[in-house]
């Protein structure tokens, strides 16, 4: 068993904890978790208390490999919700006594609902039930009321997934059990949606407690029979339930759990007891602290830009090519923005011949920069970045992207949570469609398996595929590895400490390399569901050189993070998805062709700088960009729909 320590667990000021696979778990017994919770209850000024179980899905979910990994610990950390996560499957359960040489109990939902009811009946409290089906709520209200006559029940709400994924709906539903009043919330939408679901809204509930206890309401209600006696104590409890449920439950105990064990026997640490830090403190990576949200010095007071040397909130950093068509959209949206934070607005120019920087000039609070050349995307905005004067986060957007009303404060807002470093908004497409804009790191087995499958079975496991295809993760927030480069906000000090973008990119594969830059810094990458921008032309036009030039940087990418065997790797398995495809796309030929000879990798689009500086106008001033190049390389950048034999940003 690697990293895994056998002493017993040291206690700090809280009950013991221990990570089984990256998922954080108190170690506790059944009354002092009962305790735990009625006295919260009673507490009025520390934060609400959510209750979450662990098991092998949990770990799946929430560790270091998971998904939502982080979103509790960041719910925490901002002070929203205090949790308290529970052993839970027997796996785990094992796994801990031989680590730890103690007979910690297994703490099930099910098995503490019904002590939690009688505790909140003999204390006055009163509860709500917030997920599952009318009907279960109908005969669970009868059976409350026949066996505990003195229960004060707030109320049950029923929503639909659909509502529960819907930002507006969910606080609408929080304030719903805030008005009825309930003390103790029983939140019964089923692993991983309730604990998402708690560390977003949780704290809108007013509820002083929140039990994340999947199927428990079932159980009580006597919709879902328990596995035997005999059955639970020889850990067999998980094929009682898929015997039950097969078609709901295959996945998570036939494909998730295995890998959720390994990850839990490879990485377990005993940890301090203590926990989090307090409401409106945010700690970044090196420990410094802030204030959460800190607003701004001084409010705007108009649809202006910052001009000049004046300190800004937002610089935006836009790079453009032949872009006169859209750059006004974006622009008018960018000071339907400015009434709450101060943006300083940078136009980047890649040498244009449509006239993008005079649609520009007109508007005198932008600042227009000449890169005197083709530098391509992350050459432009390093080009910005040299020109974004004082401010405290950095924006970098497409000239194709239009904006919600409120996309760069949700942006904002999310980036002052502790230790996140970025943010990138739910992007849609010119239909309206979410973009499946999200992605995982880069490996040989997603490359292998999107090579193999491209577009095909999309509901494939996470190390099966580089795009996440996952509806629900584009509903919450959530840390991510990675995502497309269109739209990203940065704290500034992150921009400062990551520094420059790196050029070897022309186009493609810089953000991921950006993003993995930041997240070695030590700092988190969020999505923010609740900004929303459209990327009007993120599917338009074509080209092979293009569509070569994204599995060649993949290429440039694995070499620069990998060794030799790993990228040799990786070229074997770009040339085999390009030639699966190469007898019916011309495109999978084309890139083919640039896969096996590196000596064609000149002809590709690259950067045209030119020997000298130039001049850039905006806000009656000129500035002086250093090493921006001058030359056209005479070709029009389009964005290319992927060659399925790759993955691109």
């Given at each position: 068993?690697?990293?895994?320590q056998r ?10 904890r221990?990570?089984l696979g990256g998922?954080d ?8 978790v009962?305790?735990r919770?009625i006295?919260?209850a009673?507490d009025?000024m520390a934060p609400p208390l959510?209750?979450?179980s ?6 799946h ?7 939502w990994r982080?979103?509790?610990?960041a719910?925490?950390s901002?002070?929203l919700v205090?949790w ?8 785990l359960?094992r796994?801990v006594?031989?680590?730890t040489s103690q007979?910690?109990?297994k703490?099930?939902?099910s098995?503490?609902?019904?002590p939690?009811?009688?505790a909140a009946?003999?204390a006055?409290?009163s509860?709500g039930?917030?997920?599952g089906?009318p009907?279960?709520h109908a005969?669970?209200?009868?059976r409350?009321?026949d066996q505990r ?5 707030a109320?049950?709400w ?10 507006g709906?969910s606080?609408r539903?929080?304030w719903?059990v805030?008005?009825?009043?309930a003390?103790?919330?029983?939140v019964?939408l089923?692993?991983?949606?309730q ?5 977003e809204?949780g704290h809108l509930?007013?509820a ?8 428990a309401?079932d159980f009580v ?10 059955v639970?104590?020889?850990?067999l409890?998980w ?7 097969p078609r ?5 105990y036939?494909?998730?759990a ?11 640490r005993?940890?301090?007891?203590a926990?989090g830090v307090q409401?409106g403190?945010?700690?970044?990576p090196?420990?410094?602290?802030a204030?959460?949200?800190?607003g701004?010095a ?7 830009f910052?001009?000049?040397e ?6 935006v950093?836009?790079v453009t ?6 750059i ?11 009434t709450?934070?101060r943006l300083?607005?940078?136009v980047?120019d890649n040498?244009?011949?449509d006239g993008?920087l005079?649609?520009v000039a007109g508007?005198?609070?932008?600042t227009g920069?000449r ?5 391509g ?13 004082e401010?405290?986060?950095?924006l970098?957007?497409?000239p ?6 409120d996309a760069v ?5 999310r980036?002052w949570w502790?230790g ?6 739910k992007m849609?497409?010119?239909?309206g469609?979410v ?5 995982f790191e880069p490996?040989l087995?997603?490359s292998?398996a999107?090579?193999?499958?491209g ?6 496991p996470?190390?099966a ?6 509806a629900?993760?584009y509903?919450y927030?959530?840390a991510?590895d990675?995502?497309?480069?269109a739209?990203?906000?940065l704290r500034?000090?992150?921009s400062?400490e ?9 186009l ?5 390399d950006?993003?993995?830059r930041?997240?070695?810094?030590g700092?988190?990458i ?6 929303v921008v459209?990327h009007v032309g993120g599917?338009?036009?074509t080209?092979y050189e293009?569509?070569?030039?994204m599995a060649v940087?993949r290429?440039?990418?694995d070499?620069s993070?990998h060794?030799?065997?790993h ?5 074997a398995?770009l ?6 495809r190469?007898p019916g796309r ?11 000879s590196?000596?064609?990798?000149d002809?590709?689009p690259?950067a045209t700088?030119?020997?000298?500086g130039?001049k850039?106008s905006?806000?009656?001033r000129?500035?002086?960009?250093s090493?921006?190049g001058?030359?056209?390389?005479g070709?029009r950048?389009?964005a290319?729909?992927p ?7």
């Amino acid at each position: 068993m690697d990293a895994t320590q056998r002493s017993a667990p040291v206690e700090n000021g809280g009950s013991p904890r221990i990570a089984l696979g990256g998922a954080d778990v108190d170690l506790m017994t059944q009354p002092e978790v009962v305790h735990r919770i009625i006295a919260r209850a009673h507490d009025l000024m520390a934060p609400p208390l959510a209750i979450a179980s662990a098991n092998l899905d949990h770990v799946h979910h929430f560790g270091a490999s998971g998904r939502w990994r982080g979103t509790q610990e960041a719910s925490q950390s901002a002070g929203l919700v205090e949790w308290l996560t529970l052993l839970d499957g027997e796996p785990l359960v094992r796994h801990v006594r031989r680590v730890t040489s103690q007979d910690w109990p297994k703490l099930a939902g099910s098995d503490l609902i019904a002590p939690l009811l009688d505790a909140a009946e003999g204390a006055g409290m009163s509860v709500g039930f917030l997920g599952g089906s009318p009907e279960t709520h109908a005969e669970l209200a009868r059976r409350l009321a026949d066996q505990r006559p003195a229960l004060k029940v707030a109320g049950f709400w029923a929503p639909e997934r659909a509502q529960l994924e819907d930002g507006g709906n969910s606080r609408r539903l929080a304030w719903e059990v805030r008005n009825a009043g309930a003390d103790l919330l029983f939140v019964c939408l089923g692993k991983p949606r309730q604990e998402v679901w708690i560390a977003e809204y949780g704290h809108l509930t007013g509820a002083r407690v929140m039990l994340a206890f999947g199927a428990a309401a079932d159980f009580v209600a006597g919709k879902v029979v328990r596995a035997p006696s005999w059955v639970s104590e020889r850990g067999l409890e998980w094929a009682w339930r898929l015997a039950q449920e097969p078609r709901r439950l295959a996945r998570r105990y036939l494909l998730d759990a295995g890998p959720a064990y390994v990850a839990m026997r490879r990485d377990t640490r005993l940890l301090p007891g203590a926990r989090g830090v307090q409401r409106g403190e945010a700690r970044g990576p090196a420990g410094e602290a802030a204030a959460l949200g800190e607003g701004t010095a001084e409010v705007p007071t108009g649809r202006t830009f910052v001009c000049g040397e004046g300190p800004a909130d937002v610089t935006v950093v836009v790079v453009t090519y032949n872009s006169a068509d859209t750059i006004g959209g974006l622009l008018a949206d960018l000071r339907g923005q400015a009434t709450d934070l101060r943006l300083r607005v940078v136009v980047v120019d890649n040498d244009s011949v449509d006239g993008t920087l005079a649609a520009v000039a007109g508007q005198t609070d932008v600042t227009g920069v000449r890169a005197g050349g083709n530098l391509g995307y992350a050459g432009g905005i390093n080009v910005g970045l040299g020109v974004a004067g004082e401010c405290r986060a950095v924006l970098v957007l497409n000239p194709d992207i239009r904006l919600s009303p409120d996309a760069v404060a949700q942006m904002w807002t999310r980036l002052w949570w502790p230790g996140v470093g970025a943010v990138v908004p739910k992007m849609l497409g010119e239909q309206g469609e979410v973009s499946k804009s999200l992605r995982f790191e880069p490996s040989l087995t997603r490359s292998l398996a999107d090579a193999l499958l491209g577009n095909r079975a999309p509901g494939r496991p996470a190390w099966a595929t580089e795009t996440d295809h996952d509806a629900e993760s584009y509903c919450y927030p959530h840390a991510i590895d990675w995502a497309t480069g269109a739209a990203m906000m940065l704290r500034e000090e992150v921009s400062r400490e990551v520094g420059r973008w790196d050029e070897q990119y022309f186009l493609y594969s810089e953000e991921t390399d950006y993003c993995r830059r930041v997240r070695e810094a030590g700092w988190s990458i969020w999505y923010e569901p609740s900004s929303v921008v459209e990327h009007v032309g993120g599917a338009s036009g074509t080209s092979y050189e293009l569509g070569a030039l994204m599995a060649v940087n993949r290429l440039r990418y694995d070499s620069s993070h990998h060794g030799p065997a790993h990228t040799l790797g990786m070229r074997a398995i770009l040339v085999g998805g390009a030639a699966l495809r190469a007898p019916g796309r011309r495109q999978s030929r084309a890139t083919l062709g640039y896969l096996v000879s590196r000596r064609q990798w000149d002809r590709l689009p690259a950067a045209t700088p030119a020997a000298g500086g130039s001049k850039t106008s905006g806000a009656g001033r000129l500035h002086r960009v250093s090493e921006a190049g001058a030359a056209s390389p005479g070709r029009r950048l389009q964005a290319v729909e992927p060659d399925s034999s790759s993955s691109a940003s």
